[in-house]
């Protein structure tokens, strides 16, 4: 810790704070982050999905941006990068029933698919209670051991035991763990042979209600697609509310809370419910390329070494409803006002540059397909411009704080990573203090693009404020309608923030430090792998 401390008190000595420079052309323009988020969070822009008009006009918007400013193209030659996407709509004139309940799509259930099939059928599929649908041997718990599921219908619980039991010494208690997110939920069924997974909905665990579920899950989704066409993951992906599993479990003599408790035990045992599913989930499939946008500053000497500088463009784009009605979500805050900022912070770091360039190399990105599951990021994962041993960090902005300064900075995660010291050292340059996680049950370090790129063994940081200043927005706002402009804002939480992370990414872009992880994870060894 002294030694990463020391090095960035000695890069502070050599490159003055972007933050605090006197340097009036490297001061944050209001102005110019003003009309970026203004623009990209318009109606003109539909709400900014992959495959639609308005993913032209954004990628197009931030390329342009970004050739203005003089960047090089971050991906060999070109400023964008493919990512191959299929576009998967599921019909939601359908009706899932289990045993005696008939639920309606939207809103008492949730199903969709990434498997490359126009139909994917559920015939009196077996219908198994697989409590929180976890195989772990680092915590010795395996909620599938002793029950064969192929080709049966699983219904899990949401988050994972620590949350449930608040047992600090379970998993990691009412801190979420990976294996508490939806998307492990499905991958580990996949892999057990299930042919699908419906989560239990219960808003504390989950962390968002209903409302969310049926917004990211009725609509249009995108996927990756793999050389079998996706055929070795879970064919039905779905959610059920939690009144309706209640019913289910009933229909099945067994009382759920009940279940729940025993679920959260160890030597907990998964359970047939006796009873059947039976679904049709019809799908029209495009398959076309969505795409990463990213520049390059380059390194005076080492420009083999990347420091990354991003945040995700895409949001929930436009819904048209039954009666014909259009809603736009037009993501302003998720993540336009990310977005803005990484492209601030370009016009910073450039205009700097021309007088002391900066050592190692800076790539600015804006992924496709964050809110889908991290696609975009997957994709820069595994085919990046430079091997990920050679990126040195993964800065994020997935949301800021468009309201006015706050005393603090939250931090995402504890323990994890080397990057938190730069974290501190940067919140005491503007006289803040780090704050944790208010919700680390909600998980949401595994919730955006860096956790793809963590995957690979690169630590990182997420900026993430959903909320300063505005208790409102969780509940009412996000992944909402409600998630517009608005000309009211004041912006002094994103100066003071933008402020933050360019004291960090200058930092990292100067000295010669390879910050490391903390804890144990597959995240260290992948990187330990990588000889880092």
């Known amino acids: 810790m002294k030694r990463i401390i020391l090095a960035s008190l000695l890069s502070a000595l050599i490159l003055p704070q972007l933050a ?6 490297i001061n944050f323009d209001i102005d110019k982050y003003r009309t970026h988020l203004k623009t990209l969070a318009s109606d003109e822009y539909g709400g900014r999905a992959p495959l639609s008009a308005g993913e032209a006009l954004t990628i ?47 809103s008492e259930f949730t199903a969709r698919t990434q498997q490359m099939n126009d139909k994917v059928s559920l015939n009196n599929s077996e219908v198994v209670f697989v409590g929180y649908g976890i195989n772990a041997p680092e915590y010795s718990w395996n909620d599938y051991q002793g029950i064969d599921v192929k080709g049966k219908t699983v219904i899990v619980l949401v988050n994972d035991p620590g949350f449930a039991t608040q047992n600090p010494d ?16 499905y991958e580990e069924a996949a892999r057990q042979g299930a042919k699908a997974v419906f989560i239990v909905h219960e808003t504390a665990p989950a962390a968002y209600g209903w409302g969310v579920v049926e917004n990211s899950n009725t609509g249009s989704k995108f996927t990756l697609v793999d050389d079998k066409n996706n055929q070795n993951q879970v064919g039905v992906m779905g959610w059920i509310q939690h009144k309706n599993a209640q019913q289910i479990f009933a229909d099945a003599g067994l009382d759920y809370e009940t279940e729940k408790q025993r679920a959260a035990k160890a030597g907990f045992k998964a359970r047939p419910l006796n009873t059947t599913a039976n ?13 990463n946008v990213m520049a390059l500053l380059p390194g005076s000497e080492r420009a083999d070494e990347m420091v990354v500088m991003h945040a995700h463009w895409d949001h929930l784009g436009t819904n048209i409803d039954d009666k014909g009605v259009k809603h736009i979500f037009n993501g302003a805050v998720d993540n336009a006002s990310g977005v803005a900022g990484v492209l601030e912070l370009a016009r910073m770091f450039t205009l700097k540059a021309k007088t002391k360039p900066f050592k190692r190399s800076i790539l600015f990105s804006s992924f496709t397909a964050e809110e889908t599951g991290l696609i975009g990021a997957q994709h820069f994962a595994k085919q990046p411009p430079l091997p990920t041993k050679k990126i040195v960090s993964f800065l994020n902005i997935d949301g800021m704080n468009v309201n006015d300064s706050v005393d603090y900075i939250l931090r995402y995660g504890e323990g994890v990573s080397e990057m938190e010291y730069y974290l501190d050292n940067a919140a005491k340059q503007q006289s803040r203090f780090v704050k944790g996680d208010p919700k ?14 963590a995957q690979e063994g690169v630590p990182g940081l997420m ?67 990588d000889g880092r």
């Open 20 to 25: 605090h420079s006197n340097d009036k052309s």
């Open 60 to 106: 197009n918007y931030i390329e342009t941006e970004f050739k203005k400013l003089g960047l090089q193209p971050g991906f060999g030659n070109q400023y964008l990068q493919p990512v191959p996407l299929a576009k998967v709509t599921a019909d939601q004139n359908m009706t899932l029933k289990i045993g005696s309940a008939k639920l309606t799509s939207g």
């Open 170 to 185: 379970l998993f990691k208690g009412n801190a979420m763990t990976y294996y508490g997110r939806w998307t492990y939920k």
């Open 279 to 291: 679904l049709t989930l019809n799908n029209t499939i495009e398959r076309a390329k969505s795409y």
């Open 440 to 453: 680390p049950q909600n998980g949401l370090m595994y919730r955006s693009d860096h956790f793809a790129l």
């Open 463 to 529: 900026f993430m404020s959903l909320g300063d200043n505005d208790p409102d927005y969780i509940a009412h706002k996000y992944h909402k309608e409600a998630d517009d402009y608005d000309p009211n804002w004041t912006l002094g939480g994103v100066r003071q923030d933008l402020g933050l992370i360019a004291d960090i990414l200058a930092t990292l872009a100067n000295n010669k430090d390879w910050p490391k992880w903390l804890e144990e994870s597959d995240f260290k060894n992948r990187r330990a792998q």
